[in-house]
């Protein structure tokens, strides 16, 4: 990492809390805070015993020069990622106007993230990345999963929309949320395990369908439902799948982690587990498909199964 | 068949038995149910195999030579050795297409 000295930008301190950290941004600016309020302002909290206790300490740094990797280093599949290096007893991310490390000595973790220009952290490609890939980790560690997905709300009741780029999300969560849906994210989200099932979790995180934001914060969190595996196709189709196949389409739709070995069998036990305890049908349905015919067909499947 | 040509295939047969296989280090998996979930972590892929496959991988987690693993399939599947030799070659061909196994000699 090339952070010659760690210099902080500034001597303030903010709170996040999401759904699977909390986490304490150290070094920020005044200027670096407001920027910060546009896309996180629901997910700042106060500090108090708990937040002490179990927060993540993450200190912002300035960087002398951007990050030399290329364009190849930082992309997966046609889009861009973040380089995840395993250190020792941590991980480091190197992006391209950013670097990070995330370190667990013992079983508290230490972050740091560092940027050339004092406005990028709050651009969404450097902070968005960043809390992106130590959530998904974070979850893990709890035993909950980062999904690709949308995620929509129903009578209180998480739908979990999983599908690979282009298969729907961003339209399926335009069309709900026009009828009332209340929409957790249309790109990714934070299922986490509580009792017998898993709740879905309000994120900050989003695709194209941008922030509505009227969610509470990152402890706002409804009973899965089920998990709906999406796929563009004409006519509205529905259909049980079979546990191997819910479980390799889930890990594939695992962002940030499914490609690190060292977190695959708590991946794996995740997705397992998620499977285990909660419904997974396919669901196909056209661009034109009305969202009261699509939920209702999922809702017949989903009771079916 | 002339004498030469037979040797060099009984040669190149010797050869191939001779050769371990195995997963390659890149790839984990997992049995669900009957069927295995492989996920290869260089390239993201993840796979579904059947019983017979997920009982493959599980042998493949070792290196192992193609006899040995033709046997063992024999025995846990009660089928013929000349049924599965075939299987067993298309199954391993489609496992290398796969980049899930590695061979050694």
């Known amino acids: 990492m090339s952070v010659s000295a760690e210099r902080p930008w500034g001597s303030h301190s903010l709170l996040l ?25 629901r997910f700042f909290c106060e500090p108090s015993p708990i937040t002490d206790e179990y927060c993540i300490e993450c200190n912002v740094y300035q960087l002398d020069r951007e990050p030399c990797i290329s364009h190849k280093e930082v992309s997966w599949k046609g889009q861009y990622a973040p380089r995840q290096v395993r250190l020792g007893n941590g991980i480091e991310l190197t992006g391209i106007n950013f670097q990070a490390k995330i370190i667990s000595p013992c079983s508290h973790k230490f972050s740091s993230i560092s940027v050339v220009n004092e406005q990028d952290i709050a651009k969404t490609s450097v902070i968005e990345n960043f809390l992106r890939i130590l959530t998904a980790h974070q979850a893990l560690s709890l035993k909950g999963l980062v999904l690709h997905s949308a995620g929509l709300v129903y009578d209180d009741l998480a739908f979990i929309f999983s599908g690979r780029s282009n298969a729907g999300k961003t339209t399926l969560t335009r069309k709900a949320y ?26 900050p995180f ?21 998990i709906i595996l999406l796929e563009q196709g004409d006519g509205i189709r529905t259909e049980k799948v079979k546990n191997s196949d819910a479980v390799a389409a889930l890990l594939a739709g695992c962002p940030f982690v499914n ?3 060292e977190e695959s069998a708590s991946l794996f036990e995740a997705v397992i587990n998620l499977v285990a305890h909660h419904s997974v049908i396919r669901l196909v349905s056209g661009r034109d498909d009305r969202i009261d015919e699509i939920m209702a067909a999922v809702k017949k499947e989903l009771q079916a199964v | 068949m002339s004498p030469v040509s037979h040797n060099r295939k009984k040669d190149m047969e010797t050869l ?62 009660a089928v013929s050795a000349d049924r599965v030799q075939a299987d067993l070659q298309l199954y391993l061909e489609e496992l290398d297409r796969e980049q899930v196994i590695e061979y050694s000699t």
């Open chain 1, 17 to 41: 809390s999401l759904p699977a950290v909390i986490i304490k941004l150290n070094g920020l600016t005044k200027a670096q805070i407001h920027s910060l309020q546009g896309n996180y302002q």
């Open chain 1, 178 to 203: 026009q009828h009332g849906a209340r929409v957790l994210s249309d790109d990714i989200n934070v299922l986490l395990p509580e009792g017998e099932g898993y709740r879905a979790y309000a994120v």
């Open chain 1, 206 to 226: 989003t695709g194209e369908f941008g922030r509505t934001l009227e969610h509470q914060g990152g402890q706002e969190s409804y009973p899965v439902a089920g």
């Open chain 1, 259 to 261: 490609t690190v070995a």
């Open chain 2, 16 to 77: 191939l038995d001779a050769e371990q296989i195995r997963l390659t280090s890149q790839v984990r998996f997992r049995a669900v149910g009957e069927e295995g979930v492989l996920v290869h972590l260089e390239n993201g892929r993840v796979i579904v195999v059947n019983e017979v496959g997920l009982f493959l991988v599980q042998q493949l987690a070792s290196p192992v030579t193609r006899p040995e693993l033709a046997r063992a399939v024999t025995r846990e599947f």
